[in-house]
């Protein structure tokens, strides 16, 4: 077996999602167009092996997820929530929805939303397990699961109020409604919307895959540990983490190139 054969990526045969990979960008397209690409758990458990597949793919620098059709994702599949039997099997389906939504917020790489459509409950919780939201003028985005007399199970309740504040996330929470794509703008729900939100996400990801690597991974390392910690402990953090990226050769060649006034070509080292 050579070297390349022994690194050769397997890529599984989705049922529900496809993957591509070219120009250093991963697109995910949920393809579910029927039931508007609703997550049930066939569709959760792709998305957990999908995410695999970028962390391990070489050629995956930014990653963008978008769904197929007219919606983003608009939902959890609601036929298998009424299913549901018991309080045990509706807190796994919870605990599985954020383990996968997990996977994804912790993948070592920019990851991009390209918000198509609907992202409501579920679909907006896979909108705010990526790092960045690009949505097209006629998204909407909610979590509406109140409305279904449930909650937001995917780590809605939590990560929506890390990112738009709590009064504005409850506003969202409690009145269910289905908030437009420029509203989402001012609520800072999404980074930026345009006619077609995949082409918008794509120029994006290149303007991102200009700067080093691994200096994408390590700022966005930082930002998610620190999160959650006290500012002189997340400081900590950020002071190592700053140490380990002056130990890169893409510091070395970013700083070169700056001083050489030319752009800079980074190797991911
Ligand atoms: C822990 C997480 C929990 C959750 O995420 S709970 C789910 C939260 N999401 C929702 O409550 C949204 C549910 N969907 C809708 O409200 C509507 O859809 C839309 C407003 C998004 C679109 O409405 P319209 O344009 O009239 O389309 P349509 O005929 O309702 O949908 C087309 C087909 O898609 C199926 N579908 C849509 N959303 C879901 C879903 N979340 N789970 C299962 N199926 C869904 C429908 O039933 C229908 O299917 P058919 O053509 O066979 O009647």
Do not use: W
């Amino acid at each position: 077996m050579n070297q390349e054969e022994f690194f050769a990526l397997e890529v599984p045969e989705f049922q529900y999602l496809s993957y591509t990979v070219g120009g250093g960008i991963a697109t995910v397209t949920i393809r579910r167009p029927d039931a508007l690409n609703a997550l049930n758990q066939d569709v959760l458990l792709e998305l957990a092996q999908v995410s695999e597949v970028i962390a391990e793919d070489p050629e995956a620098k930014v990653a963008i997820f978008t769904g197929e059709g007219r919606a983003f994702v608009a939902g959890a599949d609601i036929n298998q929530i009424a299913g549901i039997a018991d309080v045990f099997a509706a807190r796994e389906f919870a605990l599985l929805g954020q383990a996968v939504f997990n996977e994804i917020a912790a993948l070592p790489l920019p990851t991009i939303a390209a918000v198509n459509g609907f992202a409501l409950g579920g679909g907006l919780e896979l909108a705010l397990a990526c790092d960045l939201r690009v949505a097209s003028q006629k998204a909407k985005l909610g979590l509406p699961e109140v409305g279904l007399g449930i909650i937001p199970g995917f780590g809605g309740t939590q990560r929506l109020p890390r990112l738009i504040g709590r009064g504005r996330a409850l506003d969202l929470i409690f009145t269910a409604r289905h908030v437009p794509a420029e509203e989402a703008l001012q609520l800072g729900l999404v980074n930026r919307v345009a006619e077609d939100a995949l082409q918008a996400a794509q120029e994006l990801a290149r303007q991102i895959l200009k700067n080093g690597p691994v200096a994408l991974a390590l700022a966005k390392e930082s930002v998610s540990r620190g999160e959650n910690l006290d500012l002189a402990e997340a400081l900590e953090i950020e002071a190592d983490l700053f140490g380990l990226a002056c130990q890169t050769q893409d510091m070395k060649e970013g700083t070169k190139a700056f001083l050489e006034k030319r752009a800079a070509n980074f190797k991911g080292e």
